[in-house]
């Protein structure tokens, strides 16, 4: 044999590495971040359209050997925050390094280039691929660091008080509080993380049969003294470009939203189910708009106040709804799914089409006792087996992935587009902003 052949890749997954390598040498390098006008950043954007066409190519060809490099052959299951900063030091040229994109944040608004559209693109090659995208989405399953820091106290306590969310133990029932009470739980970074924190904790306690989720009372001068379930997405952050793609619009529907519908996967799952998982129910006072009815869409059990409505004005706001999309249609119907998504329709708790969406319809002043006779409903043992057969039939693994490999760069696009800056700026000034 000679030298060169000895030195050759010796197998198929070494062919694929050295053609990786290759490959990736011929990526276009990122523009640094700052100011352009006029015929200049013209001139950038069309080279950063046609890099972008270039690695959708590079990661659809090479998403294996690439996912697996990132991960040490699927040894390590990295986060999507971990897997986008892995990919910038492994393969340069691919996404954007984390000094660049906190270069890009720094800069104002209408300076930016979207370095995020390319986070979009990477993770929609991965999500397209089904061996990858199924590791990847079974990873952001996992317990996170920060809930597995707390769960000794929690499980002592029964207790744990987050920024914007609470989460007690009481006789079995995890209860989940939303307390960003000065903003009318309206969603930014910190309260998905601790969001993903509370449900963590609540399913990785044993003694946690049965999960609720309910809005806080507020400080919001409107609302004063009032339980609120959430205003949505915080569109003053929206519009200073302070919510990101990976942070946030991705970690919050492959993380605790899945988390919710699904449960966790940890490494002492049983034989007999893969994930650790419980009931949820969850409770509406007054409303429940964009992401707040996004969550109503993953729980068992849905009460409402009988004056509270429902919302999702995302495409008024220039966005995707998350994954309402997807999940919508199969509840409402297609015809209601798009005048709710497409036209903004509100859905108020008395509505008839609402019986679609809320399981119990209750006046303000009896929801409490009506939440624990739905909390005691959903206890018994035959409840779980069948949430899990209901939840695979209904949400299939490959159909959301599919979903979610497109959201990912449609989401990235939109965030990053002028219209959706300035409209944020407007519904900022309304009066759940």
Known sequence: M?????????????????????????????????????????????????ARAERTAFVDRHAEPLYDRLTGGLTRRPRLDGLVEAAASIVPGLVPTPAQLRAERARPVPERLGYEIDLGVFLRGLLRCPAVGDHLMDSMLRPTERALGMLKEFQATGVIRLETTRVERREGVARITMCAADRLNAEDEQQVDDMETAVDLALLDRHCEIGLIRGGEMTHPRYAGRRVFSAGINLKRLHAGEITLVGFLLRRELGYLRKLLLGLRTDEASWRYPFTDMPWVAAVDAFAIG???????????????????????????????????????????????????????????????????????????????????????????????????????????????AYMAEFAVQQGLRIHAADVLSRAGRFTTRSHG
């Open 2 to 50: 000679s030298t060169s052949d000895a030195q050759a890749p010796a197998t198929e997954q070494g062919r694929a590495a050295d053609r990786l390598d290759r490959a990736a040498r011929l990526l276009a390098p990122f523009p640094e971040p700052g100011p352009r006008t006029g015929e200049l950043r013209a001139r950038t954007e069309q080279a950063l359209e046609a």
């Open 291 to 401: 992401g707040g009815m996004q969550l109503l869409l993953v729980v068992d059990h849905v009460l409402a106040a009988s004056d509270a409505y429902l919302s999702l004005p995302a495409a008024q706001e220039g966005i995707v709804p998350g994954a309402a999309d997807f999940r919508l249609p199969r509840l409402t119907g297609p015809r209601l799914a798009r005048q709710i998504i497409l036209g903004g329709r509100c859905v108020r708790a008395n509505d008839p089409e609402a019986r679609t969406l809320v399981d119990e319809v209750v006046d303000p002043a009896h929801l409490d006792r009506a939440v624990d006779r739905a909390l005691d409903l959903l206890r018994d043992s035959a409840v779980t087996a069948n949430r899990r057969m209901v939840n695979l039939a209904a949400e299939p693994a490959e159909g959301f992935r």
